[in-house]
């Protein structure tokens, strides 16, 4: 069984910073791409960023400049740095990851159960 668990989300004011990690666990072989996405309400999931085993990342265009992705591969664990946040961050973030299990010669998807980031005007 994989766990994906979030954390560090809060309130925070307009310019303000915050950093949200994900830890997975279980019996994992091999983790490949991580990433981060979010959903505002009455909007659809978007990915905001995503970072490879390698280290390579993307980032959507509305957070660029702004977001930084980084993991720790030793403790499975993928972070998000918020800084300069606007209102429209708004939303609940989710962890992503591709995961190889035992048994398995294939990854899986998982998600994490979301944490809420609040960004006031």
């Known amino acids: 069984q994989v766990q994906l668990v979030e954390s560090g989300g809060g309130l925070v004011e307009a310019g303000g910073s915050l950093r949200v990690s994900c830890a997975a666990s279980?019996?994992?072989?091999?983790?490949?791409?991580m990433g981060w996405y979010r959903q505002a309400p009455g909007k659809q999931r978007e990915l905001v960023a995503g970072i490879t085993s390698g280290g390579g990342t993307n980032y959507a265009d509305s957070v660029k400049g702004r977001f930084t992705i980084s993991r720790d591969n030793a403790k499975n664990t993928v972070y998000l740095q918020m800084n300069s946040l606007k209102p429209e961050d708004t939303a609940v973030y989710y962890c992503?990851?591709?995961?190889?299990?035992?048994?398995?010669?294939?990854?899986?998807?998982?998600w994490g159960q979301g944490t809420q980031v609040t960004v006031s005007s």
């Open positions: 279980g019996s994992i072989l091999r983790i490949n791409a």
């Open positions: 992503n990851a591709h995961i190889r299990v035992p048994g398995k010669n294939y990854d899986s998807n998982y």
